[in-house]
């Protein structure tokens, strides 16, 4: 059985930084595609950064990441803890969401593809991240 777990979200000054874990258990992330996806309140869930992990496959270290957050988050793994990070700075208040990991073996993250929640089967439970003074 897949499960994904977020962690590290909290409440967070403007400018300030936080790190975010997405811990799997019951698949080898070395086989997926890792997305992070948002939700403000009133808004659809939209994806911001994407890596595929899917080795042996043609499109193995595709990495996207949205406009909105390109320089300023960065999505790295611990393979032995078979975790997820993602590393946010220069947080901005429209930064405030609810933030959610996905995981699918068969979808291929590209720079130019906006990823999608129907496209990942896996779906961790979210943390809250707020970016306010």
């Known amino acids: 059985q897949v499960q994904l777990v977020e962690s590290g979200g909290g409440l967070v000054q403007p400018e300030g930084s936080l790190r975010l874990s997405c811990t799997a258990s019951?698949?080898?992330?070395?086989?997926?595609?890792i997305a992070w996806f948002r939700q403000a309140p009133g808004k659809e869930r939209e994806g911001i950064s994407c890596?595929?992990?899917?080795?042996?496959?043609?499109?193995?270290?595709?990495?996207y990441y949205a406009d909105s957050v390109k320089g300023r988050f960065a999505m790295y793994r611990n393979t032995a803890e078979n975790t997820v990070y993602l590393q946010m700075s220069s947080l901005r208040p429209e930064d405030t969401a609810n933030y959610y990991c996905?995981?699918?073996?068969?979808?291929?993250?590209?720079?130019?593809?906006?990823?999608?929640?129907?496209?990942?089967?896996?779906w961790g439970q979210g943390t809250q991240v707020t970016v306010s003074s």
């Open positions: 890596i595929s992990y899917n080795s042996g496959m043609p499109h193995y270290g595709g990495l």
């Open positions: 019951g698949i080898n992330l070395e086989d997926y595609a």
């Open positions: 996905a995981a699918d073996q068969t979808y291929y993250c590209s720079g130019d593809v906006n990823p999608k929640t129907y496209e990942f089967d896996s």
